[in-house]
């Protein structure tokens, strides 16, 4: 996978030979509305993602990788619950 560049997805993607035919923000409400919700209408994701950002934080820090910035997993489920 690549990153597409923001406000240039139709000209970087034409280079690449390829269409564009939906735009889906990662995170936004119809992607959250679509992949991280379940037929009884809960919402699953925030737990498990906070769970892996502190485990990469762990193993950056562990690295000596980490710029000093601390995860705190309790904040990350509040802004994606």
Known sequence: MFGVP???ELEFLRECGL???ELL???GE???KR???KADGA???ADAIAAAMARMAARAR???QWPGQRIDAARAREQHP
Request: proline share 0%; charged share 20%.
């Open 6 to 8: 923001v406000d240039g």
């Open 19 to 21: 269409e564009l035919r």
């Open 25 to 27: 923000s990662v995170g």
């Open 30 to 32: 119809e992607s959250v």
């Open 35 to 37: 992949y991280l919700t």
């Open 43 to 45: 919402q699953v994701g």
């Open 62 to 64: 562990a690295a000596g």
